[in-house]
C-alpha cells in the first residue's frame, strides 16, 4: 500500500540538509501489511532511514525497511533530455503570450532546474501484525541536499530621537529544491563542515559509488565461479 505520510518535523542544518520526521496513522491487518512511502527525495541517505511507531501497539512488530536511491547516472541521462527539450520548446514556440504562457514558464522553469536530488527514492517498511489495529507510523530520515539550509540574519534600527538601537535577529530559511514541507514543526541546528558544498551539492560522487557497488572484484568473482563449479559437480 502507498501512503504519503506528511511531513511533522524539520531539523535544518545551516551546512545543508536535515532531519526529516514524517507520520501518518496506518490500519494494519492481520499478518503481513507493506507500506510504501510517497515522496521521498532521491537525496535522503538509506543508511539514516527508520520507521518506529510513536506508541507501539501490542502484537506489533516492525520486520524491515527496505531503501534504494535511483541510478545517478540514469537519472541524470534523463534529465539532460528534459532540459533539451525545454529548450526546443521555446526556441520552436510561436506565441508565448497565450493562455496557457504561465503554465509554459513553469514547465519549463522546472525542468531547468530540476537536479537528481529532487527524483523519488524508495522506502518501504514491512510491518507484522497479530491483530487488526491502527497506530502512527513514523519515518526518519537525512536528506543531503545544499539548496535546504539556514542563516542568520541581523537587523538594526536606530532611533534618533532617543539614541537607542534595537537589534533584531531572525533566521532565513532556505529550500531551493523541487520539494514543498508545509506545515511542519521546523528546527535549526548549526554546525562546522570540513568542506562547502559547490553548487553539485554533496552527492557529486554518488555515480562513481553506485557504479562501484554494482562491480564484483574480478579475484572475488573467480573464487565464487570455482565455488559454483564444484556444487554442480
Given amino acids: 500500500m502507498n501512503i504519503n505520510p506528511i511531513p511533522k518535523r524539520f531539523i535544518i542544518f545551516s551546512g545543508g540538509g536535515g532531519i526529516m520526521e514524517r507520520v501518518q496513522r496506518v490500519r494494519l491487518s492481520t499478518g503481513i501489511n507493506t507500506f510504501e512511502i510517497e515522496n521521498v527525495p532521491a537525496s535522503f541517505d538509506p543508511s539514516t532511514a527508520t520507521a518506529f511507531f510513536e506508541k507501539e501497539p501490542e502484537g506489533v512488530n516492525i520486520l524491515q525497511v527496505d531503501v534504494k ?3 545517478k547516472q540514469i537519472v541524470e541521462n534523463f534529465i539532460s533530455r528534459e532540459k533539451t527539450a525545454a529548450s526546443a520548446i521555446i526556441q520552436n514556440a510561436t506565441d ?9 514558464i513553469e514547465l519549463i522553469e522546472s525542468a531547468h532546474y530540476r537536479r537528481y536530488e529532487d527524483m523519488r ?3 518501504t517498511v ?8 491502527e497506530a502512527m507510523l513514523c519515518v526518519r530520515y537525512f536528506l543531503e541536499d545544499a539548496r535546504i539550509k539556514w542563516e542568520p540574519s541581523l537587523h538594526l534600527s ?20 523541487d520539494i514543498n514541507y508545509p506545515r511542519c514543526e521546523v528546527e535549526f541546528a548549526e554546525f562546522e563542515m570540513q568542506y562547502t558544498p559547490g553548487d553539485e551539492g554533496f552527492l557529486n560522487d554518488l555515480a562513481n559509488e553506485q557504479v562501484a557497488q554494482s562491480v564484483m572484484p574480478r579475484n572475488r568473482m573467480m573464487k565464487q565461479m570455482k565455488r559454483l563449479k564444484s556444487l554442480v559437480k
Avoid: H, K
Fill in 69 to 71: 536511491r535511483p541510478d
Fill in 96 to 104: 508565448l503570450r497565450g493562455a496557457n504562457r504561465d503554465q509554459i
Fill in 121 to 123: 527514492g524508495t522506502l
Fill in 126 to 133: 514491512t510491518i507484522e501484525s497479530r491483530n487488526e489495529c
Fill in 158 to 177: 536606530i532611533d534618533e530621537n532617543s539614541g537607542t538601537a534595537t537589534v533584531e535577529g531572525f533566521i532565513l530559511a532556505m529550500n531551493n529544491s
